[in-house]
């Protein structure tokens, strides 16, 4: 009888088996300038008392091909690869695909606009959303 080890004491992140994921490319409702095909970045998004943090995943960008922007309440996020890296390769095998990236988040009005800033490093671009004033927790003092 052979004994099972014990999953106690795993956290998720042990228990998580690696698995290929599928790049969702993005189905554009308006015509592009920009050759090529689009994806969406993975996101995630991490909340602090003071702040939203989006993080994307998007390699092969580099911060002069990239734009976050803003306008009507609307966050955009466009980056563009340089496909002159890849002139030269001939995929034997590929699951990554190639292409540039888009993606927009709507903000509702509890972010303080004036004060987004976009980090980009090795492929990964972090996005602070600072909460306005009246939107942060607050302590009441007990009189």
Do not use: W
């Not at 888009?102 to 972010?111: D, K, M, P, Q, W």
């Amino acid at each position: 009888m052979s004994k099972q080890p014990s999953m106690k004491g795993t956290t998720m992140a042990e228990k998580q088996e690696m698995a290929v994921r599928e790049k969702k490319e993005l189905s554009a409702k308006e015509e592009k300038t920009v050759s090529g095909r689009y994806f969406v970045p993975y996101a995630d998004i991490y909340e602090t008392e003071d702040a939203l943090s989006v993080v994307l995943e998007m390699p092969g960008v580099e911060k002069k091909d990239l734009d976050v922007a803003l306008e009507n309440d609307v966050l955009r996020v466009d980056g563009r690869i340089d496909f002159s890296k890849y002139k030269d390769m001939e995929p034997v095998y590929a699951e990554y695909n190639v292409g540039h990236y888009e993606r927009s988040f709507a903000l509702s009005g509890t972010i303080d606009q004036e004060k987004i800033g976009a980090n980009l490093e090795d492929g990964v671009l972090t996005l602070t959303l600072p909460k306005a004033k009246h939107a942060q927790p607050r302590k009441i003092a007990i009189g």
